[in-house]
Structure formats: C-alpha cells, structure tokens
C-alpha cells in the first residue's frame, strides 16, 4: 500500500486548510486511514481516523473543527481532512495512516510521508 500526502502549508489563525491522502496499491486489507500529527518536541498523536465503514473518530482538540472523509473505493481512493477555524497549536507534520489484516490476522501499518502544517497567530 502507498499513501501520498499532500496539502500542508502556511496559514493564519482562523483559517482552512485541506490535507489529502491517495492510497493506492493493494488497499483490500485496509480497514482504517488516519491522520496523525507531530510538533517539535511532542509525540505523534492521532487526530482522525476513518474506518472503511465510514465510522470517524476524532481527538478531542479538533472536534467540531477537523472533518475527515474518504472519497472513492476499490484499489485507489483518498482521505481528506478538512481543517477549520485552524489554530497555532494545529502546527505540527501531519502524517497519513493506514491500517489493514494481513495473513493471520496480523495488523500491517502502513504510513505516508509527512507534511508540514504551520499556523500562524
């Protein structure tokens, strides 16, 4: 599975930005795509999640704000995280994630290359 993201930059307090995730290769396993997060000197935390029965779930510091959805099925389809009313503590690498079954159960983790949102007060 390969997962491209795209859609970071710099944004002033108040305003909205859309990240995108493609994935594409051998997406049948997958059962769940996330965002994740990481400013300087923090851990990664998840920010969003979807599952492929478009079940969402979001941390409590984005609620109301971020929206995630999934566009397309099939080998290739996209995430998207619509973020508004962005605030300087969304700064951070936002990372793509998906999480998929593998034989015996196994969990396969893939991730995407990061990219970098910066608000701006």
């Known amino acids: 599975v390969q997962l491209q993201a795209c859609g970071g930059g710099l944004v002033q307090a108040g305003g909205s930005l859309r990240l995108s995730c493609a994935a594409s290769g051998s997406t049948f396993s997958i059962y769940s795509v996330g965002w994740f997060r990481q400013a300087p000197g923090k851990q990664r935390e998840l920010v969003a999640n979807?599952?492929?029965?478009?079940?969402?779930?979001?941390a409590d510091s984005v609620k109301g704000r971020f929206t995630i959805s999934r566009d397309g099925a099939g080998a290739e389809f996209t995430v998207y995280l619509q973020m508004n009313r962005l605030k300087p503590e969304d700064t951070a690498v936002y990372f793509c994630n998906a999480l998929g079954r593998g034989a015996s159960d196994t969990i396969l983790d893939y991730w995407g290359q990061g990219t970098q949102l910066t608000v701006s007060s």
């Open positions: 979807i599952s492929s029965e478009d079940t969402t779930n979001y």
